[in-house]
């Protein structure tokens, strides 16, 4: 049961990101983006890790370092605008 939890927690997150830039309540280039897709990809790499699901697992990876190379850009726009 406690899976099952992790996964809908993971998807969610990465679905009210999602949600909130085609709504545009959130930027793409926001922290808050980033951020969230970065939990809820980690969440949903430790989902798939506990179910076995290697190719999910990689597509997490994926979604993740991404996520985090966008908010390593986003952090570094922001300090050199200061």
Known sequence: MIDITIGILGAVI?????????????????????????????????????????PFLVLNLVWAFVALRDLRKTLAGRSENR
């Open 14 to 54: 990465i679905l009210v990101c999602f949600i909130g830039n085609e709504t545009n309540k959130l930027d793409r280039h926001s922290i808050t983006y980033d951020v969230g897709n970065i939990v809820g990809s980690v969440i949903l790499i430790l989902y798939s890790y506990l179910i076995g699901s290697w």
